[in-house]
């Protein structure tokens, strides 16, 4: 059924118009979207409220002048408001340009010149702030506009002024109009890498391109109508916003969180089944439930413990494709009704699978949510690419790889282990970049980047960044990926790089879990000032410690590959510090600069 529906609306669905249309036509739901107010409480906006909202905001923004493929920067946290902006300029022709809302003024100056947007849509005060910081070096942009009314200032246009403004035009006429506006072909959005190796440029994806692997990744994600989706992610992230086109295109409410503070109560108050995320908050939040348990008494821990197992056998059945057997099933409904149940409570009691993307997942985490009763389907992908590839399927997921290729992608694995894609879902090019363009598209194949393989059952697995292959003084190729992950599956690790290029052997800069330490030095009663992460690193006994998990998570690994030696860093790597991107990869090259004495003298001794 799913492929006949996916086959009729490659056909019929060509265009993110059409999606609307298809929204507001097959779905009357009092609860499409659901936001949590500024008094913290939680209000629905209807099928035809979201479709009204959004045509008023399109006929309004005509008004000011907004023509086809004028560029219009988006700059907002997760909100309503995101989508009816986004569909919105879907129906006038007009290029979305999402940018991260932890971005700093200069990083912002450089989106809006480099992609030569005339509008900016900001969020709130605090996102209005960094355009004035940079308004003198932006001419070009015409107008701004706010969301919220508190950041209309001076130049600053209101938001539901311009809905009123459409409200007040005749125009009966805009809507079936606007569907028909734009061409499969038309450039929809340009969404800009995060600069992990250099200058960020900025993917242009066309409406097929969005159509296509939201249709695909629709047939492979189990997802109704009658689901609730947690939209987290950032919006300005190409998985976020495929994910939730999938979640409009199947009818299902998304419940917006807009920070992740907000997380943790907005599962337990609206109680998704569906939540889409990056590792580091799913590794986050399996160190905090083995925390907590540490905390408790030996009996509960020996308990917890005998219930992960149970759920560990069950689990592994379903990855191998069995049944569970009568004394396995009895087994489970204890440990479930004793323990696992309580656990899953925590993320509202309501979860039908995770979904994991945008950097790679240790297998022992996604191990450990489907030992608790959570599934946990990871997918891969590139902006490049729209930017799902691959992803789990909840009927026979497989932990450590990341499922299957989506139909709507060919992929073959290059001889020095590239990974190589193409299809519809492929982008047209970086924006004003031809030459960076010719070097990742040869011969209609995008080169991801990523080395990987493809098991028999056709499950792919990615095990590095092919740029980031470590190449020892000694000649032996490491991939840093697979052992970064391995240590950083032990509780009292946060955060690992390595190092080694053009070395004689394989050290590290690791950032401890510093929760996970204050609980173990309360253990130990241990002499450590908890305020001071600096203390915590010096201390020998953290050190040993640090250096028998180390020993732990990596004696699978060749002795070439492990790490002979490490330093300790007080300071997490963050957004807001530089050292990590909007996307929570790891800035190695700013990481490597800033530490580099550190790192020299691990070498001298």
């Not at 159509?211 to 695909?216: C, K, P, T």
């Not at 030696?565 to 490597?592: A, C, D, H, Q, Y």
């Amino acid at each position: 059924k799913n492929s006949l529906e996916v086959e009729r609306h490659l056909k019929g669905m060509e265009t993110l118009n059409q999606l609307f249309e298809y929204i507001v036509t097959q779905y009357n739901k009092p609860d499409h979207l659901v936001y949590r107010g500024k008094d913290d409480k939680y209000y629905n906006i209807s099928t035809h409220e979201f479709k009204e909202r959004v045509l008023d905001f399109a006929i309004g923004f005509k008004e000011l002048g907004v023509k086809p493929e004028t560029k219009t920067i988006l700059l907002s946290e997760n909100r309503p408001e995101w989508h009816v902006v986004d569909f919105a300029c879907h129906l006038l022709g007009v290029v979305v340009v999402p940018i991260f809302p932890t971005l700093i003024p200069e990083q912002i100056q450089y989106i809006i010149e480099n992609s030569e947007s005339e509008f900016v849509i900001v969020s709130n005060s605090m996102q209005a702030d960094k355009i004035f910081q940079i308004r003198d070096q932006i001419g070009k942009v015409k107008k701004i506009i706010a969301m919220d009314e508190e950041a209309v200032t001076g130049e600053v246009i209101s938001f539901d002024e311009i809905r009123k403004k459409g409200r007040e035009q005749e125009n009966s006429e805009f809507f079936k109009q606007a569907v028909q506006l734009v061409k499969p072909e038309s450039l929809a959005t340009i969404i800009y890498t995060s600069g992990t190796t250099g200058t960020p440029k900025g993917v242009m994806l066309s409406h097929s391109n969005f159509v296509s692997n939201f249709l695909a990744c629709s047939e492979a994600l189990d997802i109704v109508s009658s689901d609730k989706g947690l939209s987290f992610l950032p919006l300005s992230h190409a998985f976020e916003r495929t994910v939730d086109y999938v979640y409009f295109y199947r009818g299902a409410t998304i419940v917006y969180s807009s920070s992740l503070e907000n997380v943790g109560e907005d599962l337990m108050n609206c109680t998704p089944n569906i939540m889409a995320s990056v590792p580091r908050f799913f590794e986050k939040v399996k160190a905090k439930i083995e925390a907590k348990v540490e905390e408790g008494s030996v009996l509960k821990q020996k308990l917890f413990n005998w219930a992960l197992k149970v759920g560990k056998e069950k689990s592994e059945n379903k990855f191998a494709g069995k049944s569970d057997g009568f004394f396995l099933a009895l087994k489970y409904a204890v440990a479930d009704k004793l323990v696992l149940s309580k656990i899953r409570q925590r993320t509202g009691g309501n979860i039908r699978f995770f979904i994991s993307g945008g950097a790679p997942l240790s297998a022992e985490v996604a191990r450990f949510f489907f030992s608790v009763g959570l599934a946990m389907l990871e997918g891969y992908g590139l902006t490049e690419t729209s930017p799902v590839i691959s992803v789990d399927r909840l009927e026979r997921p497989k932990p450590g790889s990341v499922g299957k290729v989506l139909p709507c992608i060919e992929m073959k694995v290059a001889d020095d282990g590239e990974i190589l894609v193409k299809g519809d879902s492929v982008m047209q090019g970086y924006y004003n970049m031809p030459a960076e363009t010719a070097e990742v598209m040869i011969n209609g194949w995008f080169h991801t980047g990523d080395i990987g393989k493809i098991d028999e059952e056709g499950y792919l697995s990615i095990t590095d960044r092919k740029k980031q292959l470590i190449v020892t003084s000694g000649g032996k190729k490491v991939a840093p990926q697979a052992i970064e992950k391995a240590v950083e599956d032990s509780r009292y690790i946060e955060q690992v790089v390595l190092i080694g290029d053009k070395r004689n052997f394989i050290s590290a800069l690791i950032v401890p879990d510093f929760e996970a330490l204050k609980i173990y030095a309360d253990k130990k009663s241990l002499k450590i000032n908890s305020e001071n992460n600096q203390e915590f690193v010096t201390a020998q006994e953290i050190v040993d410690l640090i250096q028998k998990e180390v020993d732990e998570q990596q004696k699978h690994f060749s002795n070439y590959e492990r790490i002979r030696k490490f330093k300790l860093l007080s300071e997490p790597f963050t957004i807001e510090n530089g050292k990590l991107t909007p996307t929570m990869k790891v800035k190695r090259k700013v990481v490597l600069e800033e530490n580099k004495e550190i790192i020299e003298k691990m070498y001298q001794t």
